[in-house]
């Protein structure tokens, strides 16, 4: 996200509401549950999206939606968090190699696509609710995964490769396009799907 074409994509709000995915058939995980409920809200075309690609994946697989809508204050201190631990990890980088470093993998909160609804993580599991090898969890970090957040990671067993194949055809298909730091990250409306 801190390729300066992402932040240069004008914003147009499209009054779209956000929707509880809760209510619509999508199994979701509480990894990233908060008080008021927000972690489970996105766009309705985002949601419109999922459901269709919920609809194209084989028998016994399902989407497991893990975090849609993130409030600015929480977005912000994702990314001070994660600059911090970059910073504490490279004491001779400056200011800018840090927060370029930490926009790779944590949205910068002036152009956060999660907290325009317009940003959701998923992942899959089976029909017993058992998440699939996906070649590392979902949100880890370059540093933690050794790489293997990438969507394209090499070195992936091929399960993981199948299975991120299989997710992403589903989404692509749906009309999301993926955030390749992350195989987890997609989205639809935002200024990276624009780009």
Known sequence: MSDRRVAAIPVQECGEELVDVRTHG???????????????????????RLLHAQSLLPAGMR????????????QRRYFEEYSEELARAHPDWQAAQIRDAASRFVSPPEIAPHSAGAAVDVTLVDDQGHELDMGT?????????????????????????????TLAGALSTAGLVNYATEFWHWSYGDRYWAL
């Open 26 to 48: 999508i199994h979701v995980d509480l990894r990233r549950m908060d008080d008021t409920g927000a972690f489970a809200h996105v766009r309705r075309g985002v949601l419109n």
């Open 63 to 74: 989407l497991l939606f893990v975090e849609g809508f993130r409030p600015p204050s929480l």
């Open 137 to 165: 969890r979902v949100n880890a970090s370059p540093e933690e995964s050794n790489g293997a957040c990438y969507t394209d990671a090499p070195g992936l067993s091929a399960r993981a490769r199948t299975n991120r194949a």
